[in-house]
C-alpha cells in the first residue's frame, strides 16, 4: 500500500507496523490515540502545528522506511 497524506494512521501502521517511531520523532504518539484510527496523516500533522513541508519530509520518511 502506497504511503500518502490521505492515508489515516490506522492504515499506516497496519500496513507498516514498525512505523511508529517516525512519527512519534515528530511528537505524533497517533498509534496510540483514539482520534488516530480515522484521522490522515495529513491532519495530524497540521493538527499537530506543522507545515506542508515538515508533511512532506515526515511523508519522505515513512516511505524511506516502507522501502527498506
Known amino acids: 500500500?502506497?504511503?500518502t497524506k490521505?492515508?489515516?494512521f490506522a492504515?499506516?501502521?497496519?500496513s507498516?507496523?514498525?512505523a511508529?517511531?517516525?512519527l512519534a520523532k515528530y511528537?505524533?504518539?497517533c498509534i496510540g490515540c483514539r482520534i488516530g484510527?480515522?484521522?490522515?496523516?495529513?491532519q495530524g500533522v497540521k493538527a499537530h502545528g506543522y507545515d506542508d513541508a515538515i508533511l512532506d519530509k515526515i511523508l519522505d520518511?515513512?516511505?524511506e522506511f516502507q522501502n527498506n
Do not use: F, S, W, Y
Not at 11 to 14: A, F, T
Not at 37 to 42: F, K, R
Open 1 to 3: 500500500m502506497e504511503i
Open 6 to 8: 490521505d492515508m489515516t
Open 11 to 14: 492504515e499506516l501502521i497496519q
Open 16 to 18: 507498516n507496523p514498525g
Open 20 to 22: 511508529g517511531p517516525i
Open 27 to 29: 511528537g505524533m504518539h
Open 37 to 42: 484510527i480515522t484521522e490522515t496523516i495529513e
Open 61 to 63: 520518511e515513512l516511505k
